[in-house]
């Protein structure tokens, strides 16, 4: 049986939803000079971290790093793409059902990065150097948990869409807890994989340009003129970004993916595709956890020669340019199947 997908799509709407991705671009190229300005100016360079996940020094990345040409690189170049995104959806995209709560995360997860940001700056440079993990982790649920409220209470979505068996599956107020665990996680992983050049913004990038088609399916434009509005910020950003980097986005940007990414996985309805679309994020994030646990439960011997994954390619030999755009290449790969699965799970 074969399903014929018909959908109609206003010019103008189409144009508007593109024009947010342009703007998102334009306005993230024009503000990059200032902060660049300001953070050599300030000499807001990021400090490296000497200890790893178990509070262990971090002997092979700290080889790693003493291995490269050594030059001080600005932090929180994140903040070019939280503002512009912030600007351009709160003037053009504004929609209480649709894109508050995608900005609310951005701007939310974005404030966590940025208070564990300063604090790296002001450090002295040893141990990790910015907000202890449990606080990190304290204030992401909270604005997570807020997130949930507001999608519980004021959205009203009580249950989540099951691909496989084309059926929804009602959780109640139980939606709250999982749309935390979700923005949480999403938020943890994008930060875990924020570690080579290029590497987060590339495969975000690819994340947010599926969901902007997915959203579209859904006729949710203003979620999906949020994503291309993300797409184009990422695209400024990665332009400057592609190793050698001239700055990092460091937490502020990280986080600030990270829960905007858990946040459009839910308005859409897509939870359990997130994993298939977000596959190299799981990966970062899963190779970290199977670290800690192997040390943990087997008196300190590894999986991994260091995780996350992509530190375990480049100690094997692979430059970090091949291990970023592989895993860009995967990203890709692996958002596109998700696209399939959704399309396979809702029309045909």
Known sequence: MHTTLLIAVQTDTLIRVLLLGFLGFLLSMLITPIYTTLAYRYQWWKKPRTLDATGKPATLLMKLHAAKPKRNRPAMAGIVFVVSAAIVTALFNLSRTQTWLPLAGLVGGGAVGLIDDIINLKGNGTGISGLRSKVKLLLTTLVAFIGGLYFYYKLDVVSIHIPAVQSEWHLGWLIVPLFTFVVVATANAVNISDGMDGLAGGLTSSAFAVYAIIAAFEGRFG????????????????????????????????????????????????????????????????????????KKLRNGKKVFKIAPIHYHFEVGGWPATKVTMRFWIIGQVSAVLGLIIFLLGRYV
């Open 223 to 294: 979620v999906a003129g949020f994503c291309l509005t993300m797409v184009g910020t990422l695209l400024s950003y990665t332009w400057f970004n592609i190793p050698p980097a001239r700055f990092l986005m460091t937490d502020i940007g990280s986080f600030a993916l990270g829960t905007a990414l858990g946040v459009v996985a839910m308005i859409t309805d897509t939870v359990l595709l997130l994993p298939i679309i977000g596959l190299v994020f799981v990966a970062e994030a899963g190779s970290s956890a199977i670290q800690i646990i192997s």
